[in-house]
């Protein structure tokens, strides 16, 4: 066994078992030796011709360094490092399954397509709760957009014109995955600490909400709506007026204000909505 073969079984070994940290997998996998063409082709023969899976771990072993490369290239869409590396090896993975030697690339050159793939599937799936892009079109105008702004606030109209015809699009489909850009989930269910008054949960009724009891309730608030309407007809303007404001205006008056404005003393003003309010009592419970 060559020394290269010997470093190879030790790292594999290393892979194999637990890895403490993110710096550790890398250091372990950038002491794997690069295969050159010859020993791709001939392992990449073994491969297809016996399934030879040994041949296929070496394939992947030597191109993992590869996939780290390419995953740095997503951080920026707030997802952790390592799972964008765990779903690019994946997609080495297919590469190797499906490579062909016999076409005169290289594995890396071939490898990148499924690899950008993968990770392309991943940052769609779990960027956001909700897809932003779904067709072929809206997916590379999703990845492309973020590389042809040139600062992180909106484009200007030029800028949009501009992006659009680079990505061979319609300004309007660039202003309308901008927008999704920017956008932001809401929590379905927020934390009682949040302050996210627009989460869904907060116009869902409660599960254990009795149907005929919510239709009384409505009614019963209707019912009374429409009682009080009658009512507060029945009184004089006066009256009515100084129920209303002092009662039923978002802005409510003081006793002090009215008694200015109607020229009487702040008692009178309190005798006449005492009044007032004892006549709707009685309104209501008859009605």
Known sequence: MTAGAIVLRDREFMLNGPVGSLDQYIQAISAIPILDAAEEA???????????????????????????????????YGLQLTDLIQEGNVGLMKAVRR????????????????????????VLRNWRLVKVATTKAQRKLFFNLRKSKKHLGWLSADETKAVAKD?????????????????????????????????????????DSD??????????????????????????????????????????????ELAAEYGVS??????????????LKKSMVAA
């Open 167 to 207: 990505l061979g699009v319609t300004a309007k489909e660039v202003t309308e995955m901008e927008r999704r850009l920017s956008g932001y989930d809401v929590s379905f269910d927020p934390d009682p600490g949040d302050d996210e008054s627009f989460a869904p949960t907060a116009y869902l009724p409660s599960p």
């Open 211 to 256: 149907p005929a009891e919510l239709v009384e309730s409505a009614d019963w608030e209707s019912d009374s709506s429409d009682r009080l309407t009658q009512a507060l007809s029945e009184l004089d303007d006066r009256s009515r007026s100084i129920v209303a404001r002092r009662w039923l205006a978002e802005k409510k008056a003081t006793l002090h």
């Open 42 to 76: 001939a392992l990449a023969t073994r491969l297809r011709e016996h399934d030879d899976l040994d041949a296929a771990q070496r394939l992947v072993l030597s191109h993992l360094r590869f996939v780290v490369h390419i995953a740095r290239g997503y951080v920026g």
């Open 266 to 279: 702040a008692e009178r003003i309190r005798q006449v909505e005492s009044a007032a309010i004892s006549k």
């Open 99 to 122: 490579f062909d030697p016999d076409v005169g690339v290289r594995l890396v050159s071939f490898a990148v397509h499924w690899i950008r793939a993968e990770i392309h599937e991943y």
